[in-house]
């Protein structure tokens, strides 16, 4: 060591560089992360929400406001406009085409233990709000415009 090295600049790993994106394990975590952080309104049609995809593309769980409470409504899903191949569990950015009764998860689920669970889905999906998916969402946050990346 000699008598000069305190002037000389400290080398920083590349590692301690500050990250510009906020990488999520999966996208039920990003979801469950825009669920908590990002605000939720009631639905409205025209307007795009964050989603999971369920029930082989058929429909998409959103969060909104219904009746003044925060909860998962399913959405049936009419066309996909994102040109990417959509599969179950896939987060996605969900437009609203029509606004009908909201479905609840809980009914959902109720339903899905029934012997025939087609007819009976079926029949709950068909009276809910309509939407296309607009965008498949990757799950990373880029943390300087707040918005999940997508692939163009």
Do not use: C, W
Not at 27 to 52: C, H, P, R, V
Not at 87 to 106: H, Q, R, T
């Amino acid at each position: 060591m000699g008598i000069f090295d305190f002037f000389k600049k400290k080398k920083t790993s590349k590692s301690s560089k500050v990250s510009n994106e906020l990488i999520f394990k999966g996208n039920q975590e990003a979801f469950d992360y825009s669920k908590k952080f990002f605000k939720t309104t009631e639905i409205f049609e025209g307007s795009a929400y964050m989603g999971l995809v369920g029930f082989n593309g058929r429909i998409a769980i959103i969060n909104v406001i219904v009746n003044g409470e925060v909860q998962s409504v399913g959405v049936n899903i009419l066309d996909n406009e994102s040109g990417k191949d959509i599969k179950n569990k896939d987060f996605v950015l969900v437009g609203i085409k029509e606004k009908k009764n909201p479905l609840s998860i809980e009914e959902l689920a109720k339903h899905s233990d029934s012997d025939d669970i087609q007819k009976s889905v079926g029949k709950l999906v068909m009276n809910a709000s309509t939407g296309v998916i607009v965008r498949k969402l990757k799950p990373v946050l880029n943390l300087s415009t707040m918005n999940f990346e997508h692939d163009v």
